[in-house]
Protein backbone atom coordinates (compact mmCIF):
# COMPACT_ATOMS: atom_id res chain seq x y z
CA UNK A 1 0.00 0.00 0.00
CA UNK A 2 1.09 3.31 -0.66
CA UNK A 3 0.73 6.36 1.64
CA UNK A 4 -0.63 9.27 0.30
CA UNK A 5 1.21 12.29 0.24
CA UNK A 6 0.23 15.00 3.16
CA UNK A 7 -2.02 17.97 1.93
CA UNK A 8 -0.21 21.15 0.89
CA UNK A 9 -0.43 23.52 3.51
CA UNK A 10 -1.91 25.78 1.12
CA UNK A 11 -5.25 23.19 1.09
CA UNK A 12 -5.40 23.59 4.69
CA UNK A 13 -5.65 27.21 4.62
CA UNK A 14 -8.16 26.89 1.95
CA UNK A 15 -10.05 24.48 3.99
CA UNK A 16 -10.00 26.73 7.01
CA UNK A 17 -11.17 29.80 4.87
CA UNK A 18 -13.85 28.13 3.24
CA UNK A 19 -15.17 26.50 7.26
CA UNK A 20 -14.78 30.00 8.38
CA UNK A 21 -16.67 31.79 5.23
CA UNK A 22 -20.01 29.18 6.04
CA UNK A 23 -19.84 29.92 9.90
CA UNK A 24 -20.02 33.30 9.30
CA UNK A 25 -22.34 33.16 6.53
CA UNK A 26 -24.69 31.27 9.10
CA UNK A 27 -24.04 34.03 11.34
CA UNK A 28 -25.27 37.01 9.14
CA UNK A 29 -28.45 35.27 8.14
CA UNK A 30 -29.51 34.82 11.58
CA UNK A 31 -28.77 38.86 11.73
CA UNK A 32 -30.70 39.64 8.94
CA UNK A 33 -33.73 37.72 10.38
CA UNK A 34 -33.52 39.05 13.54
CA UNK A 35 -33.10 42.32 12.07
CA UNK A 36 -36.08 41.95 9.75
CA UNK A 37 -38.42 41.71 12.77
CA UNK A 38 -37.78 44.85 13.67
CA UNK A 39 -40.30 46.92 11.84
CA UNK A 40 -41.46 50.79 12.04
CA UNK A 41 -44.47 51.06 14.04
CA UNK A 42 -47.70 52.25 11.74
CA UNK A 43 -49.49 55.31 13.40
CA UNK A 44 -52.42 53.86 14.26
CA UNK A 45 -50.39 51.48 16.95
CA UNK A 46 -48.11 53.86 17.65
CA UNK A 47 -50.55 56.37 19.04
CA UNK A 48 -52.68 53.76 20.80
CA UNK A 49 -49.83 52.73 22.99
CA UNK A 50 -48.87 55.98 23.59
CA UNK A 51 -52.02 56.96 25.09
CA UNK A 52 -52.14 53.88 27.39
CA UNK A 53 -48.83 55.16 28.52
CA UNK A 54 -49.65 58.61 29.12
CA UNK A 55 -52.99 57.63 30.39
CA UNK A 56 -50.90 55.52 32.89
CA UNK A 57 -48.46 58.06 33.61
CA UNK A 58 -51.68 60.77 34.60
CA UNK A 59 -53.29 57.85 36.78
CA UNK A 60 -50.16 57.81 38.92
CA UNK A 61 -49.32 61.41 39.13
CA UNK A 62 -53.43 61.67 40.54
CA UNK A 63 -52.98 58.34 42.83
CA UNK A 64 -55.68 56.86 40.67
CA UNK A 65 -54.32 53.56 41.04
CA UNK A 66 -56.75 51.38 40.18
CA UNK A 67 -56.80 53.22 36.57
CA UNK A 68 -52.86 52.76 36.55
CA UNK A 69 -53.37 48.99 37.39
CA UNK A 70 -55.83 49.08 34.56
CA UNK A 71 -53.14 49.13 32.42
CA UNK A 72 -51.14 46.40 33.17
CA UNK A 73 -51.05 43.46 30.85
CA UNK A 74 -51.76 39.92 32.55
CA UNK A 75 -48.39 38.94 32.98
CA UNK A 76 -47.80 42.30 35.51
CA UNK A 77 -51.34 41.13 37.25
CA UNK A 78 -50.26 37.86 37.92
CA UNK A 79 -47.16 38.95 39.83
CA UNK A 80 -49.18 41.80 41.33
CA UNK A 81 -52.56 40.48 41.73
CA UNK A 82 -53.97 43.57 43.80
CA UNK A 83 -53.75 47.48 42.96
CA UNK A 84 -52.25 47.91 46.21
CA UNK A 85 -49.20 45.83 45.75
CA UNK A 86 -48.94 47.23 42.57
CA UNK A 87 -49.07 50.37 43.18
CA UNK A 88 -46.73 49.91 46.48
CA UNK A 89 -44.05 48.05 43.33
CA UNK A 90 -44.09 51.18 41.44
CA UNK A 91 -43.74 53.46 43.82
CA UNK A 92 -40.67 51.87 45.54
CA UNK A 93 -38.81 50.84 42.01
CA UNK A 94 -40.22 52.67 39.46
CA UNK A 95 -40.26 56.39 41.29
CA UNK A 96 -39.74 58.57 38.09
CA UNK A 97 -42.81 56.69 36.26
CA UNK A 98 -45.09 56.98 39.69
CA UNK A 99 -44.35 60.90 40.52
CA UNK A 100 -43.34 62.14 36.79
CA UNK A 101 -43.59 65.58 36.10
CA UNK A 102 -43.74 65.45 32.42
CA UNK A 103 -42.65 62.91 29.24
CA UNK A 104 -41.63 62.90 26.10
CA UNK A 105 -42.37 59.92 23.73
CA UNK A 106 -38.59 59.02 21.60
CA UNK A 107 -38.42 56.00 18.96
CA UNK A 108 -40.49 52.72 19.01
CA UNK A 109 -40.30 49.96 17.31
CA UNK A 110 -42.35 46.40 16.98
CA UNK A 111 -40.12 42.89 17.49
CA UNK A 112 -42.11 40.07 17.54
CA UNK A 113 -45.51 40.99 18.06
CA UNK A 114 -44.75 43.57 20.56
CA UNK A 115 -44.03 47.07 20.92
CA UNK A 116 -40.83 49.04 21.96
CA UNK A 117 -41.91 52.52 22.74
CA UNK A 118 -38.74 54.74 24.55
CA UNK A 119 -39.96 57.62 26.83
CA UNK A 120 -37.99 60.32 28.63
CA UNK A 121 -39.57 60.91 31.39
CA UNK A 122 -38.83 63.86 34.05
CA UNK A 123 -38.92 62.82 37.55
CA UNK A 124 -40.16 65.22 40.88
CA UNK A 125 -36.44 66.32 41.47
CA UNK A 126 -35.96 67.39 37.89
CA UNK A 127 -34.10 64.42 37.04
CA UNK A 128 -34.29 62.32 33.74
CA UNK A 129 -34.90 59.03 32.62
CA UNK A 130 -35.08 56.91 29.90
CA UNK A 131 -37.51 54.01 30.17
CA UNK A 132 -38.87 51.60 27.45
CA UNK A 133 -42.05 50.42 27.58
CA UNK A 134 -43.06 47.09 26.14
CA UNK A 135 -46.28 46.52 25.32
CA UNK A 136 -48.72 43.63 23.76
CA UNK A 137 -52.53 43.63 21.88
CA UNK A 138 -54.46 41.70 23.87
CA UNK A 139 -57.18 39.26 22.27
CA UNK A 140 -59.82 42.19 22.71
CA UNK A 141 -57.76 44.35 20.92
CA UNK A 142 -56.83 46.64 23.96
CA UNK A 143 -52.87 47.30 24.47
CA UNK A 144 -51.87 46.60 27.59
CA UNK A 145 -48.07 47.16 29.49
CA UNK A 146 -46.20 43.98 29.46
CA UNK A 147 -42.74 45.62 31.34
CA UNK A 148 -40.92 48.80 31.74
CA UNK A 149 -36.93 49.26 31.75
CA UNK A 150 -35.96 52.29 33.70
CA UNK A 151 -32.36 53.77 32.80
CA UNK A 152 -30.37 57.39 34.31
CA UNK A 153 -31.32 59.65 30.63
CA UNK A 154 -28.08 60.20 28.98
CA UNK A 155 -29.11 62.44 26.06
CA UNK A 156 -29.54 61.48 22.42
CA UNK A 157 -27.86 58.65 20.96
CA UNK A 158 -24.95 59.18 18.23
Do not use: C
Not at 46 to 66: G, M, N, P, W
Amino acid sequence: MQNKPPNPPFFEDFKAVIVALVIFAAAGLIGIKAFAQDMPVPAAESSATQAVIADQLQAFRSKDHARAYSHAAPNIKGYFDTVDKFAAMVSRGYGAIYSSRNHVFGRNTIINKEIYQEVIITDRHGNQWQAVYTLKQQEDGSWKITGVKMNPYKGAAV
